[in-house]
């Protein structure tokens, strides 16, 4: 007797005895796609193999109940670092996309500056001004640019211990 898997009140799984998965709205049979499916899946994952369609039944197939989802009209099957997002209706595989650790993009921390900290952006944001803003303007607009700066307002982005970006806030806006 097959075993029975909730994922939500509307969707469930059925674990067979060979303990592979048979996804009741999802037809593994009858998944597929277009031309221009296959070329967007093997871009996205960087895929070499041909039978993309293959390719993602055995993903499907193999999934643990935990990682197919249905949202709205759309199944979405986690495996192997990515997602496969398959229509519920026409069981058509729409795309494959690599999951994305957000976490591991961010390598730097946004703060107040130290003492040092603010030396650095301050600097760095003179040099900015200077090269990229100064020639639009009058020679006095340099003097006014350093008023302008006040370390109280101000947020610093720091990697490996060094400044490369600042936030100066002024006057309740930017």
């Known amino acids: 007797m097959a075993e029975k898997i909730t994922l939500s009140p509307i969707d469930s799984v059925e674990k067979k005895n060979d303990g592979l998965l048979d996804i009741q709205n999802i037809n593994i049979e009858k998944l597929h796609t277009t031309s221009l499916g296959i070329d967007r899946i093997k871009r996205n994952l960087g895929l070499e193999n041909d039978d993309v369609v293959e390719y993602c039944k055995s993903i499907v197939r193999y999934a643990d109940s ?7 009209k759309n199944w979405y099957v986690s495996g192997k670092g990515f997602v496969i997002t398959i229509n519920a209706y026409s069981n058509t595989i729409i795309t494959a996309h690599k999951k994305i650790d957000k976490t591991k993009n961010i390598s730097y921390k946004i703060h107040r500056p130290t003492t040092e900290e603010a030396k650095q952006a301050l600097d ?5 001004f200077i090269e990229y803003e100064m020639p639009e303007y009058e020679p006095e607009a340099l003097e006014n640019f350093k008023l302008a700066l006040k370390i109280n307002n101000t947020f610093v982005a720091t990697k490996n211990g060094k400044v490369i970006g600042m936030i100066n806030e002024r006057g309740g806006g930017h």
């Open 66 to 72: 935990g990682n197919i989802i249905r949202k709205g």
């Open 124 to 128: 760095l944001a003179l040099r900015v």
